[in-house]
């Protein structure tokens, strides 16, 4: 027995929201390559990433001192995170979902947002560094010194 939040918000609102729900919370995040996942971050908040060797205070930009992901705020004896490799369209997720769960006693119709404009990958320079920058910048955004 579970319910279905679909709320695309900072890390604040699960621990706060839900700090006294009466049953587990298990949050689905994506699972994504953390650079795209960076870039896509950075045309979120139309932040062009330019690839200085010195890249702290551009990452910092682009992930807004990461308020939409915290994992400390999202390690909580009542949060289990899933990593979920989900079809890759949101409708296809909850299509996928939808067989698994059961349905609402009060539900209601999903409606997209569009929440990012397209990227031009072909334009980001991050995928023309070499694997010592990717390796540093990686290592960057997953040690929490951003946060």
């Not at 200085?52 to 289990?80: A, G, W």
């Not at 369209?89 to 939808?98: E, H, N, Q, R, T």
């Not at 067989?99 to 929440?115: A, F, G, M, N, T």
Request: proline share 4%; glycine share 4%; with cysteine.
């Amino acid at each position: 027995d579970c319910d279905y939040i679909a709320n695309e918000v900072g890390a604040h609102f699960w621990k706060k929201a839900l700090r006294g729900w009466y049953r587990p919370l298990e949050l689905h995040i994506p699972c994504r390559d953390p650079v795209d996942l960076f870039l896509s971050m950075c045309n979120y908040r139309h932040v062009e990433f330019t690839c200085k060797s010195d890249f702290n205070e551009e990452v910092d930009k682009c992930l807004n001192h990461n308020s939409r992901f915290n994992m400390k705020l999202l390690t909580q004896p009542s949060i289990d995170l899933k990593c979920f490799r989900s079809p890759s369209k949101l409708g296809d997720y909850l299509d996928y979902m939808g067989e698994r769960l059961q349905k609402k006693e009060v539900p209601d119709e999903y409606i997209h947002r569009d929440s990012n404009d397209a990227r031009n990958k072909t334009k980001e320079c991050l995928w023309r560094q070499d694997t010592d920058y990717m390796r540093r910048l990686v290592e960057y955004l997953t040690s929490g010194k951003n946060a």
